[in-house]
C-alpha cells in the first residue's frame, strides 16, 4: 500500500468500496441510471448519468456517513457523532444518524439554507450554528465539542470509510455498464472522485475506464494540488456550485486522485448553470450546480464520442436558482 | 368475458398485461419507484410514485404503442401506422416506430408545442398538421390518409393492445411494492388507469389494491360518465392539463373502469400546478402538468394514513410554465 506509507493516514483501497457496497445494501437506494438522446446531441458523447440526486438526502453523501457510522464501536456511537457541513454532508450524516439511532450534532454556518437547518433538525439531529461564520470556525466549534463532549467527529470527506461509502455509487453505476469509456465526477474535497477511483479498481476497469474529476473556476483545488503536486488550498472560493466548496481536497483523495493520475479540468460557474438546465430538460431530473458539474465538464476532457459515466451528485437546490436558470 | 359482450369491442384482460410486460421488456426502461418522507408529511399518506416521467420519450405512451406496433402483422406494419396527437402518444409512437423501423404519420394539431413537433420529426416520423386545428378534424384528416394509403390506425388510448401496454406501468409498481392500499392514476381517454385496473388483477390484487383516477375539473368525462352510466363527452375541454385532454372516455376504458367501480376524483388545476412544484421539490424530478395529476387527487380519495402508488405519466412540460410554478 504504497498510499499509505506516503501519506501517513488511513486510505481506503478498493476492496473497501466493495466492503461498503455490501454495508450500505439495506439503507440506500441502488439509483437510476439515465440517458437521453438529446443530452447524447447536446453533448456529443453517449452519456449514462448515476441519478444520486434521486438518492435519500437529495445527494450521495448518505453513502459515506453511514459507512462510517456503521463501523464505529457501540460506545462511541452512542456517545454521539459530530459533523461540519452547510449542506448535503449535514443532510446525509443526519439521515444516517437517524436510521441507526445516534445522537448527531451538526456544526453548520449561521448563513446555511434555512431549509436545510430545518431538515437537518426535523431528522433529530442537533444543529450547532451561532456565531458560525465559514469552515474554519466550524472546525473550531467541532473540536471544542469533541473535547467537552467526547464526540466522535465524522469528516465530510476527508475520511477513508466515508471515501469508500462514496464510492460506491461509482461501483454500481460500473455493474450496471461495465463498458464505460470514462466516469466523469465532481470535486471539491474529492470524496466522491476517489472513491470512484477506487471502484473503478474494484470493478476491475482500472486502465479501460479513465475517471476524470470537475471544479468549478473559483474553486479548483484540485487542478492547483496536482499541479504543484502536494495539498494547495484556494484563497478565495467562488463559485454558484455551494455543494463544491471545500476549500482543499482532502489529503486522502489528493493522494489517490494524484496516483491515479486521474485529469481533473476546472469549469466556470456558466458552464454549470448550463449544464443544470440541461440535465433538466433531457434527464427530467432536478440537480443542484454541483449535481451539473460532470455533464458540464464534458468538453474540457475531450469524451467526444465516447461512452462516458457521469454522476448526478446532488439536487439540493436553490428553487429560486434553478427556476431562474430554466427560463433562460 | 361480460365486457366484450357489454360492449362489443375488444376489451383487453389481466393476461394481456402480462404478455405486454414480457414483450416490451427488451425495449422499456423500468422506471424506478421514488419516495420522499416530505412529500409523505405533505400528503399525509405514503407515496410510492412510479417515474414514467423519466421513461424513454418522456411518458408511459411508449408502453402502450410498442405493444400495439409489436404485434401487427409485418405487412401491416410496412405498410405504415397513424396516429392523432398532439402530445405524449405522439412521442411514444414515433420512438416505437422508430425502434421497430416501421413508417409512422402522426397528425398533430397546428397548434401543437413545437418541442414536440420537432422531436416527433426528429425521431423520422411524417408529421401532418396543416389546417387541423382540433382533434375532430385530426381524425377526419387520419382517415382520409388511411383510406388513400392504406395506413393502420393506432389509437392513442382505446385500443385493447395501447391499454395492455400502458397498464405494465402499475404492474411494474406492484410487483417492486405488492402491498399497496391503493394505486392512483390520472385519466382523459383512460388507457393507463384501464391498464392500471387490469394490471392489478394481474398481480393478484383486485379486492385488496383500490385503483383510482384523477382528472382536471375541466376535463372531467370520466366522472360524468360513471355517473351517466355511459360513455359522456365533456363539451368544451379547459384544463392546463394538455396531457388530460381527450374530451371523453374511450369505450373501453370506461368498460373497465365501470365494471371494477374504481373511484373518479376531479381536481382543479391550481391543485394540480401545485401537486408539480411539490413532485420537483420532494422527489427532484420534473413532471408535466398531468403527470402530477394523482398527486393532486390524494386528498380528494379519502387515503390518509394509506400506502399509495401513484403514476407520474409524464415529464413533457412547458418549460416557462414548469419556472413560473416553482417560483411561487
Not at 455498464?177 to 474529492?190: C, E, F, N, R, W
Not at 489529503?251 to 469549469?267: D, G, T
Request: include cysteine; charged fraction near 15%; glycine fraction near 10%.
Amino acid at each position: 500500500m504504497p498510499l499509505v506509507a506516503e501519506t501517513a493516514v488511513d486510505v481506503p483501497a478498493a476492496a473497501d468500496v466493495l466492503a461498503a457496497a455490501e454495508r450500505l445494501r439495506p439503507y440506500v437506494d441502488t439509483t437510476p441510471v439515465l440517458t437521453s438522446p438529446a443530452l447524447d446531441e447536446a453533448v456529443g458523447a453517449t452519456v449514462f448519468a448515476k441519478a444520486e440526486c434521486l438518492q435519500r438526502t437529495g445527494s450521495f453523501k448518505l453513502r459515506g456517513a453511514l459507512n462510517a457510522m456503521l463501523q464505529l464501536p457501540d460506545d462511541v456511537r452512542a456517545r454521539g457523532v459530530i459533523n461540519v457541513s452547510a449542506g448535503n454532508a449535514a443532510l446525509g450524516s443526519a439521515a444516517a444518524a437517524q436510521l441507526l439511532g445516534a445522537p448527531l450534532t451538526v456544526v453548520m454556518p449561521e448563513t446555511a439554507v434555512p431549509e436545510k437547518l430545518a431538515a437537518v433538525r426535523a431528522m433529530g439531529a442537533r444543529v450547532v450554528c451561532d456565531g458560525v461564520t465559514n469552515a474554519a470556525e466550524a472546525f473550531a466549534r467541532a473540536h471544542e465539542l469533541i473535547a467537552s463532549e467526547g464526540l466522535h467527529l465524522l469528516h465530510p470527506f476527508d475520511d477513508a470509510d466515508v471515501i469508500a461509502g462514496a464510492g460506491t455509487a461509482t461501483l454500481e453505476l460500473l455493474q450496471a455498464h461495465p463498458d464505460l469509456d470514462a466516469v466523469v465526477i465532481p470535486a471539491s474535497g474529492g470524496g466522491v472522485l476517489a472513491g470512484g477511483i477506487l471502484a473503478t479498481e474494484a470493478a476491475g476497469r482500472t486502465g479501460t475506464t479513465v475517471v476524470a474529476g470537475v471544479q468549478p473556476e473559483g474553486n479548483d483545488g484540485f487542478v492547483r494540488s496536482l499541479a504543484a503536486g502536494e495539498v494547495q488550498r484556494v484563497p478565495q472560493v467562488r463559485t454558484i456550485a455551494d455543494g463544491l466548496t471545500a476549500p482543499a481536497p482532502g489529503v486522502r483523495n489528493f493522494a489517490i486522485v494524484a496516483s491515479a493520475k486521474a485529469p481533473v479540468v476546472a469549469v466556470s460557474d456558466g458552464a454549470i448553470l448550463d449544464a443544470m438546465a440541461l440535465v433538466a430538460r433531457t434527464l427530467r431530473v432536478v440537480v443542484e450546480p454541483s449535481g451539473a458539474a460532470g455533464i458540464a465538464g464534458l468538453p474540457a476532457l475531450g469524451l467526444a464520442g465516447r461512452r462516458v459515466g457521469v454522476i448526478l451528485t446532488g439536487s439540493n437546490v436553490s428553487w429560486s436558482l434553478f427556476a431562474e436558470t430554466l427560463q433562460k
